[in-house]
């Protein structure tokens, strides 16, 4: 079983940032190398429908974000250390909600949660105004 575990989250006012971190198991990837996964951020505020983020192939050479971040948050990933980031920034009071990170099966990233086979237990993200 894949474990990701993501770390970083907490409070913030309005205009702050935060950098959140994904770490994968490493005694998990015996079989299944997340070097070769494409990673996801997704969140889900309290009433709502879990909604994708952003979103990095298992090189890091193609990323994509939801129109709600673009220009303000930044996906990346460090696979020697099998860790996705997601550094956000100009964070405003919608950005609250519970982040999840995702890992595929597969070295292509996608917008859809269904195409995300493991996911880690979330960080919760508030910002105040």
């Known amino acids: 079983q894949v474990q990701l575990v993501e770390s970083g989250g907490g409070l913030v006012q309005a205009g702050g940032s935060l950098r959140l971190s994904c770490a994968a198991s490493?005694?998990?990837?015996?079989?299944?190398?997340?070097?070769?996964?494409?990673m996801g951020w997704f969140r889900q505020a309290p009433g709502k429908e879990r909604e994708f983020v952003a979103a990095?192939?298992?090189?890091?050479?193609?990323?994509s974000y939801a129109d709600s971040v673009k220009g303000r948050f930044t996906i990346s990933r460090d696979n020697a250390r099998n860790t996705v980031y997601l550094q956000m920034n100009s964070l405003n009071v919608e950005d609250t909600a519970v982040y999840y990170c995702?890992?595929?099966?597969?070295?292509?990233?996608?917008?859809?949660?269904?195409?995300?086979?493991?996911w880690g237990q979330g960080t919760q993200v508030t910002v105040s105004s």
């Open positions: 995702a890992a595929r099966r597969f070295p292509v990233n996608s917008d859809y949660p269904d195409h995300y086979a493991y």
């Open positions: 490493r005694r998990t990837f015996s079989t299944y190398a997340m070097g070769w996964a494409a």
């Open positions: 990095i192939s298992w090189n890091g050479g193609n990323t």
